[in-house]
């Protein structure tokens, strides 16, 4: 089966660092991805990993580790604007195909 | 602006009514998506059409019926829906499907309530 978890809700202050993390069980790993979603709006992706490792992009990061299914993703100083859910997904090639699964989503509130 | 666009944004309809939302992209891309957002729960994708051909079945109600009549264009057709249908539909895009970094593009979605 499927599954990805994350923390439902993350609160941080400005300017500071916060990690979300993103663990994960798939049948057949090809990718993760992060995207952020702003209440009422839609997902927008930030970014995507497939080797383990730390992608870096500006105030973001994204690492994964395969072998342990972990993910985090990193944002450093925090600013207000940064308030916004984070989803995590995973593209899984399983028996019936591909499939995207996404987590539930972290709720991040950026405190002044 | 994503390059996504849904139409209705909004819409509200009773369990023995009939409607379609409309999707249109204008990246030239090829793969298109519908994805479900209920409340508190995750995304769930739908469907999904390659070069306009349907590939992916993820057991999703017959009273939900896609088309995609071109690679710009989904449609999602609806008919006597429930009550738990009522939630947020997604539709999203990317230049192929299962390739390299595949990102998909998001539309605004339809939030849809089902009276």
């Known amino acids: 089966g499927q599954n990805i978890d994350q923390p439902t809700e993350m609160t941080a202050t400005e300017g500071a660092i916060v990690q979300i993390n993103c663990t994960y069980q798939?049948?057949?790993?090809?990718?993760l991805f992060w995207y952020q979603q702003h209440a009422g709006e839609a997902p927008t992706f930030l970014s995507y990993n497939v080797l383990d490792g730390l992608e870096e992009k500006g105030r973001f990061s994204s690492f994964l580790s395969r072998s342990k299914g972990y993910s985090y993703l990193l944002l450093k100083e925090l600013q207000m604007k940064d308030s916004a859910s984070y989803l995590c997904a995973v593209r899984d090639n399983d028996n019936y195909g591909q499939n995207f699964v996404f987590g539930p989503g972290t709720r991040l509130s950026v405190l002044p | 602006e994503t390059g996504v666009t849904q139409t209705p944004r909004h819409l509200v309809m009773g369990m023995t009514n009939k409607k379609s939302l409309k999707c249109e992209q204008h990246l030239g891309h090829n793969a298109m998506y519908w994805y479900k957002q209920s409340a508190k729960k995750p995304l769930e994708l739908m469907f999904v059409?390659?070069?306009?051909?349907?590939?992916e079945n993820n057991s999703v109600p017959s009273r939900f019926s896609p088309e995609c009549p071109n690679s710009s264009h989904l449609f999602l057709h609806l008919h006597t829906l429930q009550p738990e249908d009522s939630a947020l539909y997604l539709c999203?895009?990317?230049?192929?499907f299962g390739q390299g970094t595949d990102t998909q593009y998001f539309g605004p979605g339809t939030r849809l309530t089902v009276l």
């Open positions: 059409y390659s070069l306009e051909e349907r590939v």
């Open positions: 798939t049948s057949g790993f090809n990718g």
């Open positions: 999203a895009s990317s230049q192929d």
